[in-house]
Each structure stands twice: as structure tokens, then as C-alpha cells.
């Protein structure tokens, strides 16, 4: 690894030791100066970025993966090295939250490709606060800090997280965490490059909201501005801004034209706010859009999503004038092993797709500076005792045995949604209701027969919502669960605590409750009611709070781990208790009850099975 940066010329100067490296050069100024003389004029710096890679490490349908990724950058490396000049690889955040060898490493597999990549600097996105505090090896949300897993990812890395934006309530300054600070002073050839790193304005409003209490954003335009003044004070040649907020444009081949452009993306205000000159490029991101555009002279790069491509601006940087003479920006480049060899578009290779299929197409192995592609071994390596760790948790059993799958999508109930209420109201002292609503598209998977692992219990929810309490009287919850029902959505119903008679009235749905037995819920009873708590990771989670309520206490158990540890308590009574967990609450003996539900779903215009089949 420490061969493979080298190669690349890019070396680090904290702002401490870039005043050392100076007073050193005025001491010996004679080899330095006769070697400088020999250098050319104009330097290539070759920008690569990335972003929302989410936890995207390895390849989907022969499309993206780390290791690939890397042999793009293996080449343009040799290139530039060939040259004299250099690559600089940045990444713009949500780098860790998304995929399962990710996310239940919090991470670290990801770092550890990047380290070995030899990556220079990334910026945080919003998606990077959702692991909150570190987890134990048996991946439990452990107490204590709630930007734990975050800082920890800060301080494994070899290149620095950047937020100049960032800033600590405390102090009124920018957070500085080990390894976190606003900015950086890089030396690659010769030349000395500030990178800023900041991230959308509506970061802290996009992750859970107990993990980044006691920050806020500062305006991204000023802090750069602020940031970068600064770093050309100290002597920065160019300065790039590596961005968690960024644009969408549909045509890359005229970066001047931004007539496929959304013309009021957030990266594209930011770069015409900046004082003229100051800044030269910024590698973008959040939106999950692409980019190669010039704004204001600046060169903007954003490569979509999920490691399926990358960013380049090429800086071409004069040493006698310490200017950037001129710049070239690359279309987001396909990352993928097979290209058409007149297109040059990647050939994805799918499962589905035969052999014969791909030999039609007459794909090649796809070229990059003149040399084919190919997976860097390293990449691989360097992330393999990670994911072995991710393969060994996935695996543990949580004692218990399926005869039969429980699905997500019932009739009239969830029995999935029910069994996750189930597991939420025993877990909450004094809870008389739990309720998931929208579980068919909550819960990501059906649990398959067969033994339960952590790894199945982890597909069907992903995430790390908290579990949160709500007081509802009889009348709240009754008006709550017939809106589901009257949304389509009876079928997608968590519950427990409670069986319900829905009712067709003329005035709409009405539902009946009663705990236990037939004994009658009133209007006016209050309720603790269970549910999992808000702001959702993915925008698609079950956010059960009808009524705008509070959100989930800092220290409130998290709902995947309720629900292991419901499944590791079980014991052999197994059989019974997964029945009563699961079994249907919502009953409609009334045959016009239910003609009347089905009158509404054709009104609706779609049928539930299809809403079901949406991918999301
Ligand atoms: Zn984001």
C-alpha cells in the first residue's frame, strides 16, 4: 500500500509540518531550486471522486465494486505518473450506511479498501451520522457516544474526513474530532493543493436526529470561502472542494451548457456565491446525480451513486503563473469489466443474462488510459477480514427454527408487522399497544423457514430506528388504523395488544377495539402505544407516528435488537408462541365490510399486489 501511494506523488502536510517542509527548503535552497527548474510548466492533477457509494463494495451485476474501481484508478495513476503529473482520489460522503458488508461493520470494510486505495480526503454526508455509538462485536448498539462509529471511521483512516461546515453548538467552531478538521494541504507534484470538505445544508436534518444533537450546518458558501482563503494565504497553488451537495444534469458533453441542468442545485448556488477564483474544482454529492459542468469557472464532477461510476476533472496547472491554465471534465465513467468496443458503454453482466447473450453484444474487457481494467487484488485483500467478520456474525443462530415462512404482506394484517409489534409491546414496560403501520414496505424481507440467523433477522430491517412510546386515547388509535385501512394498507398492518373490528359505516371506516378477551377499549382510554420511532434511514421505513408525536429517547432500544432478543428467549415453547406473535388481529366477519374495503382499494385506481411489487 505505502508503494502504491508513493507512486502517486501525493503527500501529506499538516498545516504544522507544511511550515517545516518550507523552513527546510529555504535552509538547502540550491538542489531544490535545479530540480524545479527541470520540472515542465504544465501538470496534469487528474481529480477522481466519488460518492453515495453506500456500502456498494462489491460488484452488482458486473457493474461497480471497490476492487474494480481500483484498476480505473491504477491506470489513470500510471498515466499521470508517466507524465509527471498526479491523481488525487476524493470521496463526497454517505460512503458507509447501505449495504450489509457495510453495515454491520459500521463501515470499517469500507475504510479499509479506501486506506488501501490510497484515497487523499472525503467529506461526511448526512447518511455517515446513522450508525450512532459503536457497536459490540456482536453488533449491538452500545452506550455512550452517539457519533461513535463515525469517529471511529475518522480515526482508522490514513487520509482525513473534512467538514468545514460542520459546526460544534459548544464551541461555535467546526467540530474537530481525531482525524475530522475543515480542510487539508496536500503536495501532489510538486504542487500544493487545499481540499475543503462541507456537506449539504440540510445534512443534520437527514439522519436520526438523537445522533447529531448539539450540531449544526453553517452556510456552505461562506465556510468555504472562509476556509479556502485561508489555505491560499498558507501558500495553496489550487484548492478543490470535496462536497456532500451536489446537482443533476442529464448531458455531460458541453460542461459550459447547463440546459439539462437543475438549474437551482444546491452545488450550483454554492459555486456562483464563491468570490472569483478562489476555488477551481468541486468533487460533488448527495443528490445522487451526475455532474461534469463548469460554473463560474469552476470545474464541478459528480458520479451518481453506488460506486457505478466515477467523477474526473482534469486541472491543468501552470508552475509559472500558479494557475490553473486549463481544465478537462469527464462524463461519469461506467465502472465495469466488458465495455462495447465502438460504444464504449459498459456491458453489465447479469445473472440473467447467458453467456451466449454477452457474446452477441461482441463485448471486450473494457480500457481505461490505454491499458485494460482489471480488479485490483489488494482491494480485495484489504477488505477480506472484515467481511469475514460480517459472514460470521450473519451466520449466528438466534435458536429458533422456522416450519414455515412469515411473510411480510397478509390478509388484513401483517403477520410479519405483527410478530416485530409483538416483540416491541413485551419489551416496553406497561405497553398496552404496538403498531407498525406500512410493514409490507418497512420490513425489507419475509423471514424464510429454516433456522434464524442474525444475518436474516438483519435483511428484514436494516436499520437502526429506536423504538418509541406515544399516549393515544381509544378514539386516536381507532382513526389512525382506519386511515391505514381506508390508504390500502390493511394488509401491511403490524399489531399486538389489541384485536379491532373494522366496521363500513356511510361516513367511512370504523373500527372497534378490545384487549384480550372482548374486553372493550373507549373512546377516551389512554394508551401507551409502541412503535418504531422516526426520522427513517431510508425514507421508506414504517414511521408509525400518526400525530407529528415525539420522536424515540436517545436511549431507547433499538427495534432489530428487541426483536433478537425476542427470538433468543423463545426456548422450545417456540411453535406456540411464534402463533400468537403472528396470528391475524383485525377481523371482519361482515362480508359487506370486506366489499366495501375492496371498493376502496379499486377507487384507489391499483391494486394492492402491484403496490406490494414496486421496487423501492
Ligand atoms: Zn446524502
Redesign the pocket.
Known amino acids: 500500500m505505502r508503494s502504491r501511494r508513493s507512486a502517486t506523488t501525493v503527500r501529506w502536510i499538516v498545516p504544522g509540518i507544511f511550515v517545516l517542509a518550507f523552513l527546510s527548503v529555504a535552509r538547502a535552497p540550491l538542489p531544490v531550486l535545479a530540480a524545479a527548474s527541470e520540472q515542465p510548466s504544465l501538470v496534469i492533477l487528474s481529480i477522481v471522486g466519488t460518492s ?1 457509494l453506500h456500502g456498494a463494495a462489491f460488484p452488482r451485476g458486473g457493474l461497480g465494486g471497490l476492487p474494480l474501481l481500483a484498476g480505473y484508478v491504477n491506470n489513470l495513476r500510471a498515466a499521470r505518473a508517466a507524465d509527471g503529473g498526479a491523481v488525487l482520489l476524493v470521496d463526497s ?2 460512503t458507509f450506511q447501505g449495504d450489509i458488508e457495510s453495515n454491520l461493520s459500521e463501515g470499517a470494510l469500507i475504510v479499509n479498501a479506501y486506506n488501501a486505495m490510497g484515497y487523499t480526503a472525503e467529506s461526511i ?3 455517515d451520522f446513522d450508525f450512532g455509538s459503536t457497536d459490540s462485536p456482536t453488533a449491538r448498539q452500545m452506550p455512550g457516544d452517539l457519533r461513535g462509529a463515525l469517529k471511529a471511521r475518522a480515526a482508522q483512516a490514513r487520509y482525513p474526513f473534512l467538514a468545514a461546515n460542520l459546526i460544534d453548538d459548544g464551541t461555535g467552531r467546526p467540530v474537530e474530532w481525531p482525524n475530522v478538521r475543515p480542510s487539508v494541504v496536500v503536495n501532489a507534484a510538486g504542487v500544493k493543493i487545499g481540499i475543503v470538505g462541507v456537506m ?1 445544508i440540510d ?1 443534520l436534518r ?1 439522519t436520526l436526529a438523537a445522533n447529531v444533537q448539539g450540531l449544526r450546518i453553517a452556510p456552505l458558501a461562506p465556510a468555504i470561502a472562509a476556509e479556502a482563503s485561508k489555505l491560499r494565504a498558507a501558500g495553496a497553488e489550487v484548492v478543490i472542494v470535496v462536497s ?1 451537495a451536489g446537482g443533476r444534469c442529464d448531458r455531460f458533453d458541453q460542461p459550459a451548457d447547463l440546459s439539462s441542468c437543475e438549474s437551482e442545485s444546491e452545488i450550483f448556488q454554492v459555486a456562483r456565491s464563491l468570490p472569483h477564483g478562489l476555488v477551481d474544482g468541486i468533487a460533488a ?2 443528490s445522487h446525480g451526475g455532474l461534469a459542468h463548469q460554473v463560474e469557472g469552476i470545474g464541478i464532477i459528480q458520479p451518481f451513486s453506488r460506486g457505478q461510476s466515477f467523477g474526473r476533472v482534469d486541472l491543468v496547472f501552470d508552475r509559472k503563473t500558479k494557475r490553473v491554465a486549463r481544465m478537462q471534465l469527464f462524463a461519469p465513467r461506467g465502472i465495469c469489466a466488458q465495455q462495447d468496443p465502438i460504444t464504449e458503454n459498459c456491458v453489465p453482466t447479469s445473472a440473467s443474462a447467458s453467456a451466449n447473450a454477452s457474446a452477441d453484444r461482441s463485448a471486450a474487457p473494457v480500457k481505461y488510459e490505454g491499458r485494460v481494467v482489471t480488479p485490483d487484488p489488494a482491494i480485495v485483500q484489504a477488505m477480506a477480514p472484515a467481511r469475514e467478520r460480517v459472514r460470521r456474525l450473519q451466520a449466528t443462530t438466534l435458536g429458533v427454527s422456522l416450519d414455515v415462512p412469515i411473510r411480510r404482506a397478509g390478509d388484513f394484517g401483517s403477520p410479519l408487522g405483527n410478530l416485530f409489534a409483538h416483540a416491541l409491546r413485551e419489551a416496553v414496560p406497561g405497553a398496552d399497544v404496538a403498531v407498525i403501520n406500512n410493514a409490507a414496505r418497512g420490513l425489507r424481507a419475509d423471514l424464510s423457514d429454516g433456522p434464524i440467523t442474525f444475518g436474516r433477522l438483519y435483511d428484514v430491517f436494516p436499520f437502526d430506528n429506536r423504538v418509541v412510546k406515544v399516549t393515544l386515547t381509544g378514539a386516536e388509535l381507532g382513526r389512525w388504523l382506519a386511515i391505514e385501512i381506508r390508504e390500502g394498507r390493511r394488509n401491511e398492518l403490524g399489531i399486538s395488544g389489541v384485536g379491532m373490528r373494522a366496521t363500513c359505516l356511510e361516513g367511512g371506516i370504523h373500527i372497534d377495539l378490545r384487549r384480550g378477551v372482548g374486553q372493550p377499549i373507549h373512546d377516551e382510554d389512554r394508551l401507551l402505544v409502541v412503535t418504531i420511532g422516526g426520522p427513517t434511514l431510508s425514507g421508506r421505513v414504517a414511521s408509525a407516528v400518526p400525530l407529528g408525536g415525539a420522536g424515540p429517547a436517545e436511549n431507547a432500544p433499538v427495534v432489530r435488537e428487541v426483536v433478537e432478543d425476542w427470538f433468543r428467549g423463545l426456548g422450545h415453547l417456540a411453535n406456540d408462541q411464534l402463533d400468537h406473535a403472528t396470528q391475524r388481529r383485525l377481523e371482519s366477519a361482515d362480508p359487506q365490510t370486506v366489499a366495501c374495503v375492496q371498493a376502496l382499494d379499486l377507487l384507489r385506481g391499483q391494486s394492492l399486489l402491484e403496490e406490494l411489487d414496486e421496487r423501492w
Open positions: 453515495d460522503g454517505d454526508g448526512n447518511h449539504t445534512a437527514s456532500h454529492g448527495h
